[in-house]
């Protein structure tokens, strides 16, 4: 069983242009969870997500941030116009159904995002 | 609000010597879990232990343990005769019931020395 795949690994961008960060969830899991870790600083949570629904996006940036997880395919986190300020690592977790809350949370491997 | 409090930043020790990493945190709720992970210089995270807060029982696993105390808020993190491949980043995380961030403290970077 797979675990949490994110691509890409390492991603590069400009200042101004737009960051796709993907995480397709282990079999059997809907419950998805975006994390970011600053340099040097601990993971923040993101928003958290189950298939088609946005459940809580509390710790997004109100501006140039959107995520998505629909009903067929991965996760998506979406980062418009990056700025130097978004470099980070993006994690995505994932729980199943049911256990969300009350069971361990499987991170993916993470996305390191840098943005020139 | 949940709050995590891990005031050791670094922690440097020579291998074979047991190191203990603290772990302070403060909750309204009752119940909730409680867990560490690691991130190993790879980056990735690894799961480690998750404690659910009425069980106070002390945990063992091979050279790591943990000591959960309630009354105090605290859930420390030992590792026993220490080993290079155990340099890593800690992280200590709270998880109220029915809530689904884990709230991660700042982490302590533990390296252990040859």
């Known amino acids: 069983n797979a675990g949490v795949m994110q691509n890409p690994r390492h991603l590069v961008r400009r200042r101004g242009q737009e960051a796709r960060l993907r995480c397709s969830p282990m079999k059997g899991h809907s419950h998805v969870y975006w994390y970011r870790q600053l340099p040097e600083e601990g993971l923040k949570f993101m928003v958290y997500?189950?298939?088609?629904?946005?459940?809580?996006e509390s710790g997004m940036p109100k501006e140039r941030f959107s995520a998505e997880f629909p009903k067929e395919g991965p996760s998506i986190l979406r980062i418009q116009q990056v700025v130097r300020g978004d470099s980070a690592a993006y994690f995505c977790a994932s729980s199943p159904p049911g256990l969300a809350g009350v069971g361990e949370q499987f991170f993916g491997p993470g996305t390191r995002l840098t943005v020139l | 609000a949940q709050k995590v409090t891990q005031a050791q930043t670094e922690i440097s020790v020579v291998e074979k010597e047991d190191v203990t990493l603290d772990c302070v945190y403060e909750?309204?709720?009752?119940?909730?879990?409680l867990f560490w992970y690691k991130q190993p210089p790879s980056g990735e995270l690894v799961f480690l232990i998750r404690?659910?807060?009425?069980?106070?029982q002390n945990e063992i696993s091979g050279r790591y343990s943990w000591n959960f105390q309630k009354s105090t808020s605290s859930f420390n993190f030992t590792i026993t005769a220490s080993q290079v491949v155990d340099s890593a980043v800690y992280f200590c995380?709270?998880?109220?019931?029915?809530?689904?961030?884990?709230?991660f403290g700042q982490g302590t970077r533990l390296t252990i020395n040859p």
């Open positions: 997500l189950q298939k088609e629904n946005i459940i809580d």
């Open positions: 404690r659910n807060s009425f069980d106070e």
């Open positions: 909750t309204r709720d009752t119940t909730y879990y």
């Open positions: 995380a709270p998880l109220p019931p029915g809530a689904q961030k884990l709230v």
